[in-house]
Every structure is written in structure tokens, then in C-alpha cells.
């Protein structure tokens, strides 16, 4: 089926009142991102709806990457047709005698934007259902819930049919939240944690700490491909490396065992502030799961988030394991996570780390840091790149020749 344009239906944004225009607005430049290599096509959005016009751009390719575009409840690809009722009458046979296998019911579901059309609604609904049943004889008319609903737009332009409804990604525009720095590991958790902040509207940069020599190329690597997993959903997602081998160092020379997860996830957490105050985020996410690990307990995220006043969502924090999963292989960053490439946190685990942890312990022993001096350093050694979808295929292509 040779497709004309691209109809796409708002879904929750339809509730956001007078602040419908602005997320109307970031959902049009985030589907100009993820359509970026398209250049054809024009993208026009109303109150109502938004139209992809093709102008020949192959539907087939669009619509993969249109499924992962937040803000988007469903979509339909539609066939433009001259406003005639023999051109409408000509093309619903088409479509018809080519989906119909004799099974299907079908309903014809008209709407008239046009009112100077020269049927009503009521009216053009009979005209074609006639003409269905003119090549489809033996096909079935079912009101609710029909196998095939054939929709027929008449607007001013021109008229529209589709006749598949599919599902989009939901959620909010990414952007219309404000932005949010995404503390991600090398894990199964950080990047399920991301794509749930987006789909509410969060931008996210993701910060990522690296300790070579003792996290390899490989692992920093991983980082970068569990990223470029998550930008088709936005565009390009900035990546921010933070050398952290100093720290690590001197926490475990200078702390008891059992400290150094805490200490070490309160540097992390007061570095990923920093650099969110630097680059005006406005809260700080991280793949957090209640009970997961030994800093995941209550107490110890009480001891650790005293280094900071700044909201800190944990999207996946009432999750257990089974159902981050599930979601990490919808989103297709789970086997690049469990690559056996270990980050910082892992290599600097303790084989007993505290699950209450002591703060009156734990401000005693920060004490033998000079953390402002340790923390400026860090800082003067970020590393900012940003990651695009075409990454993202150019590893996959690049894994298939291994």
C-alpha cells in the first residue's frame, strides 16, 4: 500500500489545557529528531492531530521509528484522495479487496471536517460501506469492535483513509518535564530507569563515572551503547564521563571496608550534582531498587542522600528484578548489559559493605578527605559527547560483521 502521509493522534496531551500548545510544539521537534534522516518529509501539527506528510518517503522505514516517539498514542498511515465520491468510492474498493481476506468484518467510520462535503457523515458512512459490499459481497458490517475499521477524513485539502490504528509510545514529549541528570552504570537498572523518566516528559543526560585502570575501554563502551539504546526515543542524549579512579583510591585506602559503597555512592551523588547545577538540570535519576543491593537499602539511601537537597527520582525503585528485566528486553538494552564488563561499583565492592550505615560514622570518616579538592579535579576532567541514534546503528551494523 502506497502510503500518502502519517496521522498521529496526542493521546494525554489532549488534557494539558493551556500548556497544550507548548508540548504540542516539543512533540513536533522531537518527531522532526527521530524522522531527522528523512528529509522529505513536512510535519505539520494542529490542536488536534499532527500530519506527517511522506512526499515519498518510504512508510515502511518511517513507521519503526515513529513507535518510539513519546507523546504519541496511536497513529494511522492514510492515503490522500481527491475530495470526489467516485475517487473515495474507487479507493475503498482498493483497499479493501487488498486487506480482505474473507474472514474480517469491517465498519466505515467517517469524519467531515469539510461541512460543504456533499454527504454528511451519516451519509458518506452508507456511500462506502455500499461500495464495499459492491466488491466484497460476502464481508460482514459490525458496529463495535469490527476486524477492519476503515477511516475517512474529509478536511479541506483533500480526503484521508487508513485503515490500521498503531500503537505509539505514550507518555509525554520528552522536554516538557525540564532535564534530569541519569546516573548510569553499566547495568540493568540505570537504563530502564532513563527511558521511564523520558516517557514522562524528562530530558536526560546521562553521567557516567569510569575508574581506568581498573574499568577497561569496554565498560566505558557499554555505557555508551546502553545510551545510544535510549536516543531513538529523544534525538541524542548527551553522555558525560566522569574520571573517578582519585576518589576511588582514596576512599579505599583511607575508610574500613564495610564504608566504602557509601562513601563512594555520596561522591557519586554530590559529582552528578554538581554537574546537574553546572548544565541547569533540575533532578537527578538513578536506577535505585528497594532492597536490591547492600546501598539500595532505606538506610543506606538515607545515608547517602544527606550530601544533597536536590530531588532524586527512582523510577524502578518498587520494581523487583523480574520486572526490570522484562522491561530492559522490551527496550533492547538487556544483553548489552549483562556483557561481562565490570564498572566502578563493582570493582571496588566491598565482601561485606554496611546495609545500615552509621552517618555520624560515615561524616567522621569523610573527614580524612579533602573533598572539595578531590571533586574540583574530577570536574576538570569531564569528558561531554553526544550520542545519536545513527551510533546506535552503525554499532549494531559494525556487531554483525563479528
Partial sequence: MQYTEIMVRYGELSTKGKNRRSFIMQLAQNVRGALVEFPNLKIHADRDRMHILLNGEDSSLVLP???????????????QVE?????????????MEEIYTGKETFKITAKRSDHDFELDSHGLQQYLGDAVMDVCPEIQAQMKHPDINLRVEIRRDSAYLSYETIKGAGGLPVGTSGKGMLMLSGGIDSPVAG???????????????????????QALQKAKDLTEKLTPYVGGIQFIEVPFTE???????????????????????????????????????NGESLGQVASQTLHSMVAINEVTTTPIIRPVVTMDKTEIIELAEKIDTFELAIQPFEDCCT???????????????????????????????????LKVEEITPQQSEKTEEFADLL
Fill in 347 to 381: 570493582i571496588f565492592a566491598p565482601p561485606q559493605p554496611k546495609t545500615r550505615p552509621n552517618l555520624e560514622k560515615v561524616l567522621e570518616l569523610e573527614e580524612r578527605f579533602d573533598i572539595e579538592g578531590m571533586m574540583a579535579r574530577c570536574l576538570a576532567g
Fill in 83 to 95: 475530495k470526489k465520491l467516485e475517487a473515495l468510492k474507487q479507493m475503498t474498493q482498493q483497499i
Fill in 195 to 217: 527511558y521511564l523518566a523520558m516517557k514522562r516528559g524528562v530530558e536526560i543526560e546521562a553521567v557516567h563515572f569510569a575508574s581506568p585502570p581498573y574499568t577497561s575501554e
Fill in 247 to 285: 576518589i576511588q583510591e582514596e576512599i579505599k585506602k583511607h575508610s574500613p571496608q564495610g564504608y566504602w559503597m557509601t562513601l563512594t555512592r555520596r561522591m557519586m551523588l554530590r559529582l552528578t550534582d554538581a554537574i546537574r547545577e553546572r548544565r541547569h538540570g533540575l533532578v537527578i535519576i
Fill in 65 to 79: 521509528k515513529l513507535k518510539k516517539v513519546f507523546g504519541i498514542q496511536t497513529f494511522s498511515p492514510s492515503i
